[in-house]
């Protein structure tokens, strides 16, 4: 069987990531994390992306998620299990996902080609390898839901989470922090740090500093963009990140691996056009490009 190439695995990341991402932007999901009790956006966002790992503390989430400010995180976690079990967040952004997600589809939601993207995205999931990937394991010891839509969402977040762990450790490898890779990113992408500060509580005195630790390592030049030791690291990461990522999808075989991305492009294309999901965020992603 043949290999899944760091290629086809970021074209997959490309069309699954957004199907995942509804948990963040719809307001399906933001309205039933609210109704299990959770106060403001960020003890649901915090609560919902780290209740597969039980009632964990704020220094456990950071570690997993990486790139978030401590007292961003201390500020949700752990009073959140206070308000509502992790369980009741597990609930929360499944369910609600899923009806966003057949929001957006609309008439295509009853397609077989959902039920077999799900079903695809769902194999790769359960043979994903799993050393050394916490946040993915996590979520891997969920329930599969049966319903298709619900299997789509949760298979596209254990594939989403998969890819992120590999990423954490490619940062790592290169020994970028987690603060750092927003302001690494965003000068290889061109992305405004107003789009930290809003999602990242990055101030400016933060990007300030991180920007001249970079510069000091010789990544960033003097009028503050990348050099070409700058790129050449960015460039290492993502392609590592690729690579990790492409063993997910190897029991899928070539035939399959084209399957699933022909069956997620309408999918992905119209979850797109519903406007939930910001053009300008942490994700990485060009929707553009999708």
Known sequence: ??????????????????????????????????????RGFWMGYFAGR???????????????????????????????????????????RRTGSAAALRRQLGVIGDDPTVALAADLAAKAARSAPLDGRVLFAANRSLPEPDDPVERLWHAATLLREHRGDGHVAALVTAGVGGRESHVLHALAAGTGRDVYELARTMQEVE???????????????????????????KDRVEQLTDELAAPAYDVLGGEEVDALVDALRPITRAVIAAGDIPSRSPMGLDLDQV
Do not use: C, I
Request: proline letters at 11%.
């Open 1 to 38: 069987m043949p290999r899944t190439t760091p290629t086809q695995a970021r074209r997959l990341w490309t069309l699954l990531e957004p199907v995942h991402a509804v948990t963040y932007f719809s307001p399906e999901p933001l309205s039933e994390l609210k109704a299990a009790g959770y």
């Open 50 to 92: 780290a209740a597969p790992l039980g009632p964990v503390n704020a220094e456990v989430v950071r570690a997993a998620f990486y790139n978030f400010a401590p007292d961003h995180v201390a500020r949700a976690l752990p009073d959140a299990w206070a308000f509502a079990p992790p369980q009741s967040a597990l609930d929360a």
């Open 207 to 233: 990007w300030t500093a991180l920007l001249d630790g970079l510069r000091d390592r010789g990544l960033v030049d003097g009028p503050g963009g990348l050099t070409d030791a700058g790129r050449e690291l």
